[in-house]
């Protein structure tokens, strides 16, 4: 799952819809695009997000870029953009206990599988951010950044990020005292020194190491070692 159909080039400049079109001037569509928000958080959930963006002006998302690039409101905007025009769409939430149970490798293809699974319109294409996702019954292409460069995935992480940042204000509200509504569940200073003070919550992920550090399950690193403060294990 890692080339373009025979013939079928996208020039450099060809925009955040150039995917699309090129795929369709070869007759091939639906065209999802399927994207994840939280692999790099040690607490809270794994969200995947997949879209089928009708051709033409329906398809048209004002505004759309890559989640991460986007401010809040924005993101909100074309959230609600998304799923109005979009022809299917899908969000799968993976729970962090299913997340250290299958490795965030795992759990993240998994998710990404699922969300793919869950569109009402069955895509004959799929396009995915960064790496390949096999056994999705359909080919399709990995691209370097591709929530940047493809309206779909743009779509799709927009889907992921608003989702899950919702899931991250609605667990700030039990467990207030990590601030989870600022940083949705990954590191920063604050994040790091409630986990010291409290230790972890029950919704925090076991697998990472500064989480088992702040359970007493790893050893602090001597002055040498990198702290490597948000590195799931292996």
């Not at 493809?150 to 991250?168: E, F, G, H, Q, Y």
């Not at 590191?187 to 076991?206: D, K």
């Amino acid at each position: 799952m890692s080339d373009l159909p025979r013939g079928l080039t996208v020039r450099r400049d060809a925009g955040l819809y150039g995917y699309e079109r090129a795929l369709r001037r070869h007759g091939i569509e639906p065209i999802a695009g399927v994207d994840e928000a939280g692999r790099g958080a040690c607490a809270g959930p794994l969200v995947a997000g997949a879209a089928i963006l009708p051709p033409g002006r329906a398809g048209i998302i004002p505004g759309l870029a890559d989640s991460k690039l986007l401010t809040e409101k924005a993101r909100e905007r074309c959230y609600e953009q998304v799923v109005r025009r979009a022809s299917s769409w899908a969000v799968v939430v993976v729970e962090h206990d299913e997340c250290d149970r299958l490795g965030m490798h795992v759990a993240n293809i998994e998710a990404l599988r699922r969300a793919v699974a869950l569109l009402e319109l069955p895509p004959a294409y799929v396009l995915t951010d960064g790496f390949p996702v096999d056994g999705l019954g359909v080919p399709g292409l990995a691209i370097w950044k591709g929530d940047r460069v493809a309206a779909c995935i743009s779509a799709a992480s927009v889907l992921a990020k608003v989702t899950r940042d919702r899931l991250m204000r609605d667990l700030d509200g039990e467990w207030p005292a990590y601030d989870f509504k600022t940083h949705k569940g990954y590191i920063t200073e604050t994040h790091a020194a409630a986990l010291t003070e409290h230790g972890p919550s029950p919704v925090h992920r076991m697998r990472f190491v500064n989480v088992r550090r702040a359970a007493g399950l790893e050893r602090l690193p001597g002055p040498s070692v990198a702290e490597g403060a948000s590195e799931p294990l292996r």
